[in-house]
T-cell receptor
């Protein structure tokens, strides 16, 4: 069953602006991960946040996790054209299973 | 150096045929996966193997049969292909053993088109 649901489904912003994507899920999780997929390519891992963590940073990325609301957000600051891609959240359930949402398609306009 | 590789990258075939997709990882990981991504970009796990042992087998038609000759390889054989099998198939691997939910490393994908 589908677990993570990203919002919005598509986002278009100007280069230099910040982009925020949200993910909601339904059951308890071990961790939540964000991945990026460029057109025609495989998924690339961006960041993993564990269920006992509330916020994590990696370069221009900031991820928050609210387990009480079963939601996470991914913030990309100072966006660049190269950030144009689809972004997926994936929730980690037992037995090494990641359940992915349908992704947010992010377009950065020059 | 390619970490997770898949062959072929594109596969176009007729309905009813049998085809295989191969996957290899050189990361020394214990666990490998097959995912299917449909036209709406929804990515769904199909199978997971840990050290050649099947761990996850989602509700996939038995026309799909994974085979893991060793922990670095996980191949996917599909019998009697149907139109609905058209999708992009991704192989992935992760370092953890049973019960781990580590970061996964994805291959470039195989775009399967069934005519």
């Amino acid at each position: 069953s589908q677990q993570g649901e990203e919002d919005p489904q598509a986002l278009s912003i100007q280069e230099g602006e910040n982009a925020t994507m949200n993910c909601s899920y339904k059951t308890s999780i071990n961790n939540l991960q964000w991945y990026r997929q460029n057109s025609g390519r495989g998924l690339v891992h961006l960041i993993l946040i564990r269920s006992n963590e509330r916020e994590k940073h990696s370069g221009r990325l900031r991820v928050t996790l609210d387990t009480s609301k079963k939601s996470s957000s991914l913030l990309i600051t100072a966006s660049r054209a190269a950030d144009t891609a689809s972004y997926f959240c994936a929730t980690a359930q037992g037995a090494q299973k990641l359940v992915f949402g349908q992704g947010t398609r992010l377009t950065i306009n020059p | 150096d390619t970490a997770v590789s898949q062959t072929p990258k594109y596969l176009v075939t007729q309905m009813g045929n049998d085809k295989s997709i191969k996957c290899e990882q050189n990361l020394g990981h214990d666990t490998m996966y097959w995912y299917k991504q449909d036209s709406k970009k929804f990515l769904k796990i199909m199978f997971s193997y840990n050290n050649k042992e099947l761990i996850i087998n989602e509700t996939v038609p038995n026309r799909f049969s994974p085979k893991s000759p060793d922990k670095a390889h996980l191949n996917l054989h599909i019998n009697s292909l149907e139109l609905g099998d058209s999708a992009v198939y991704f192989c992935a691997s992760s370092p953890g053993g049973r019960g781990s939910t580590d970061t996964q490393y994805f291959g470039p994908g195989t775009r399967l088109t069934v005519l």
